[in-house]
């Protein structure tokens, strides 16, 4: 019995080895798709924040040019008349 006993217990060992690594492998497969899709959304939402930016920018200095610009407590814009 014992002379079974060894050879049991190292394939033990190599199925529970193989598992542990490919759990892993997996794990690591899985993060890295992750954080190449998670990088390309994140480059766009940087490109829209600064055309946003840009563009509320351009706003800004289009009414402070034409004398439209409200100073107040709010920063609005004011109508043409007052």
């Given at each position: 019995?014992?002379r079974?006993r060894v050879p049991?217990?190292l394939?033990g060992f190599?199925?529970?080895?193989l ?10 497969v899985?993060?890295m798709?992750f954080?190449a899709r998670?990088?390309?959304?994140l480059?766009?939402?940087?490109k829209?924040?600064h055309q ?6 351009d706003?800004e ?5 034409a ?6 407590s ?9």
């Amino acid at each position: 019995m014992t002379r079974y006993r060894v050879p049991a217990l190292l394939i033990g060992f190599a199925c529970l080895y193989l598992t542990v690594m490919g759990f892993l492998t997996g794990t690591m497969v899985e993060r890295m798709r992750f954080d190449a899709r998670r990088s390309s959304v994140l480059s766009r939402l940087t490109k829209a924040e600064h055309q946003v930016r840009a563009r509320l920018m351009d706003l800004e200095r289009g009414g402070a040019r034409a004398g439209r610009w409200d100073a107040g407590s709010e920063g609005t814009l004011a109508e043409p008349g007052r």
